[in-house]
């Protein structure tokens, strides 16, 4: 028996609508041939290749390696950020001492490693989802500004259409089976000793009691609470937490920012492009004034869009000896410099405290400086960071390096999967992993405490890092599809 060999997502044989192989000639019932094709995609070996994670698919197959897109960085530092998260979303549950400043609790708790601006980074989520908001508002605007700026308005209608179509399936359908399984889940009793845990009078560990869902006392009730959560979750005019994964109440900004940036994005199509230009810095600048902080990240991230086409426009202009698309013109080293302290203030901006900032080092005269039309200092600076980091990157090849690197794409193309997918299994494996660690390490010395965190992280991130994998191929990369599918079906 032949499956079809592909070097795409959609490689895996569970995924693969048809087969290569030729069925008997002869009469045979609808019924025969679903049961057949089942068989096949059922068997032992589809699904054992369907489990074995994509990289090791591809470190065997001998297949060519696509050439890396020039956009390809994006998707890098969209797949760091969400391990960031992943790492924050788990230790937060162990540790609080990372809120503070560097020096700012006036000696207490105040002086640790991970609480220096950039470093405190790596252990935060916030300016991570800043960072997200910029990127989904570059990645969504890219193709419809190359077609505004070459006025190809049929092409334009036709992206944006979509976009628009297929944006609320990209977002939703994933999620709401990812949630199904934590139902399920629930159901079978693996949340129960982590709600044990949550519902107690006092948070057993060192950090954060995050909130969770009640495991209920019968089937019905559980299954009832799940249909109301997920109910108010799915309407993005009054975004919410959704108990079963607060995590996740990202998503409906998401698609409601996706929504008001398409709309911007047609009526800015026609403008002359130096006016989009003004105009779309003017809206973000408004829309940070009034305290919409994340629909400005996504106005940000369009204009940033523009300015890597008119980059893209400009080096197709140079001489082929002075840029070529393999030796890009060689920057000056005082250009080099002036992004990389761009990148450094970026960075420094996110990395603004959550707690103390108003006495923290680095901070302090800044936050004195904020105008009180702001509702958050911390917020409003640590999106002005988001937007100037990734204009850094966009300035400097150097500075994109890292996120160009395999292991970057890699966390790129499973960066959604993983979002939706760590917080269930944080509190599933994770706390039981530091427990079962503890038996060993002890928990009592600020060694034995640390250790077992840090092995139990590094267990889960296995598993996480693996289903995250998994999903992206039978869930995210098919949600995909459908979409597109019905899309094809359904237009005229």
Known sequence: MAFPSRASVDAAPLLESEFEEKLPEGPQSRTGKILDILSHKFSVRPILATLRPSFLQRASSALPQKPQHPTAW???LRGFAAFFVFIYHFQHMFHKAYNFGYGSNEGNNDHWLIQLPIIRLIF???PMV???WVLSGVSLSLKPIQLARSQSWDKFFDVLFSSVFRRMLRLYLPVFIVQFGVLIATLLGFF????????AEEWPFGGTNEKMHEVKDTNLEQIQDWIQTMWKFANPFRPSRPKYDIHLWTIPLEFRNSIILFATLVGFSKLRPRIRIVLTWVLWAYCMLVNEGDVALFIAGMGIAEYMLIQDEVAKQLPSAEATPSAPHKQSTLIRSAWAVLCFIGLHLLSWPAWKYETSLGYTTMYNLTPRIFDSAEMTWSRVGAAVFVIALCGSEVLRRPFQTPLAIYLGKISFPLYIIHGPINHILGIWFVELYWVITGSTSFAGYEAGVILAFCTEA???????DLLMRTVDAPSVRFG???QNRWSV
């Open 462 to 468: 296995v598993v996480v890092v693996w289903l995250a």
């Open 130 to 132: 800043s960072i997200f």
């Open 484 to 486: 597109r599918t019905l």
């Open 74 to 76: 994006l998707d890098g």
């Open 124 to 126: 935060t989520g916030g």
């Open 192 to 199: 129960n000793h982590a709600w044990d845990l949550s519902s």
